[in-house]
Structures are given as structure tokens and as C-alpha cells.
């Protein structure tokens, strides 16, 4: 079975303070990418990162980092130093490369929350 | 560099009616993916579409719904006699072409909101 959970359904932060969002896959297929987007209130999907099962080395691109763990079947995401402008709904995705290729599977997604 | 093309942003129908929902994919993609996000819901895989085939259409509903992406022309997917439970937001994307690194990323549309009345 492929799946995504996201545990954490609304987090609410203060401006400045670092938040991670959490996500946790399930998939069989040894082989498999796994996603992050964003949408924000205008209602769009901003892709963030993307990440292969294969290369577990943590990325950092400016205030946002992910940390994939195999072992765990975790691909959590940090923002450092959080805006407002970072509110929004965070959704992690699994594209398996087996039968299924080509569908990504989503969590349900949290909506964070960045108060000035 | 124009995105993922989606029209209409908002469509109203009554119970009834048949909605159509256009989606042209970024340039130089061949591949169209058709998702719908039910309130309170995460993305729900519907529809993945080549030119002119239908890779798998597992996601979506037996009846009513169907897609299409021509060898000319926007991808489209069309639900017939629509129903209050379709209304949802309905997104589309698109990739290059598969296994091929890069190509694994699907880049979304805005999203077409489509409310039954």
C-alpha cells in the first residue's frame, strides 16, 4: 500500500519561531520519490522540493530544510526564522516507481500558521 | 515560461449539468495528471493522460467522469450530470517525460473550483 501521513493537521507559530512539518510514508517499492508543495490562501500548488529514495543527504534552501530518514520513513520539513508569509497548507507527496508509476500520493496536509 | 494553464478558476453548475475543466500543460510536457481535492481533504489522484492515451484512469469515478488529452488542444476533463458531491477543487498537472530525473516533478495548475448548486 502506498500512503502519506501528516500527523500534524494545524500548527500555529509566532513570527521568528522555527517550525517542522511532519510526514511519514509507506511504500513498498524500493524505489520512489517524495515531494513537498505548498498552498498558500490564494489556493494554488507551489512545488517546494523533491527528493529520491536513494539520496538521504539533508537539503537547505534558505529558511527551509528537509531531513529524510529511510529508516524512520520520514521526509520532514523545517522552516527556520518562520514569516507570515509562510502560512499556507504544506502537503507531502510519494511517487512509487512500481505499478503505480506516474500518481503522486498525498497526505492530508497541515496548515501552518505564522501569527506577526 | 508560462505554467500550467487551467480555465476555468471557478465554474457553477447546477445538479444536472456537465462541467468541462480545460488544462494545458507547461511547455515541452507530455504528461497530464488530473487531481481533485475534496474539502478538508489532501490531493486525490484521478487521471494520467499522454497525447492521445489514457495511462490510468484508476482514480477515477466509473461513472460520469471522463478525460481526454488530444494530439492538438488543452487536456480535458469533462463530468457529466453533475452532482453537489462533485464539487471540489480540481487540479491539474504536468511533467516532461518520465524517469528521466528531473521529469519526476509534476508542476500544478491553478486549480479550476467547481460548486454544484
Known amino acids: 500500500a502506498q500512503k502519506v501521513t501528516q500527523a500534524q493537521t494545524e500548527i500555529s507559530v509566532v513570527e521568528k519561531e522555527d517550525v517542522t512539518l511532519d510526514c511519514v510514508y509507506e511504500?513498498?517499492?524500493?524505489?520512489?520519490?517524495l515531494f513537498w508543495y505548498k498552498q498558500p490562501p490564494s489556493g494554488e500548488l507551489v512545488f517546494l522540493i523533491r527528493r529520491n529514495s536513494f539520496d538521504e543527504q539533508n537539503e537547505i534552501s534558505g529558511r527551509y530544510s528537509w531531513n529524510f530518514q529511510k529508516s524512520t520513513s520520514s521526509f520532514n520539513f523545517t522552516i527556520t526564522a518562520s514569516q507570515v508569509v509562510d502560512s499556507a497548507v504544506y502537503f507531502c507527496?510519494?511517487?512509487?516507481?512500481?505499478?503505480?508509476?506516474?500518481?503522486?500520493?498525498f497526505g492530508r496536509g497541515t496548515q501552518l500558521t505564522v501569527w506577526p | 515560461n508560462a505554467g500550467v494553464m487551467q480555465n476555468p478558476r471557478h465554474l457553477v453548475r447546477r445538479r444536472g449539468q456537465e462541467a468541462r475543466l480545460r488544462c494545458s500543460p507547461m511547455?515541452?510536457?507530455?504528461?497530464v495528471y488530473w487531481y481533485r481535492q475534496l474539502p478538508e481533504e489532501g490531493l486525490k489522484f484521478m487521471v494520467y493522460l499522454q497525447k492521445e492515451n489514457i495511462i490510468d484512469e484508476s482514480g477515477m469515478p466509473k461513472e460520469r467522469f471522463s478525460a481526454e488529452f488530444p494530439k492538438e488542444g488543452p487536456s480535458i476533463l469533462r463530468i457529466q450530470q453533475v452532482v453537489r458531491g462533485d464539487s471540489a477543487a480540481y487540479f491539474c498537472a504536468s511533467s516532461p517525460l518520465l524517469g528521466q530525473g528531473e521529469a519526476e516533478t509534476q508542476y500544478f495548475g491553478p486549480g479550476t473550483r467547481l460548486l454544484v448548486l
Open positions: 511504500t513498498r517499492d524500493t524505489t520512489y520519490y
Open positions: 511547455k515541452g510536457h507530455s504528461h
Open positions: 507527496a510519494l511517487s512509487p516507481r512500481g505499478s503505480t508509476l506516474g500518481r503522486l500520493y
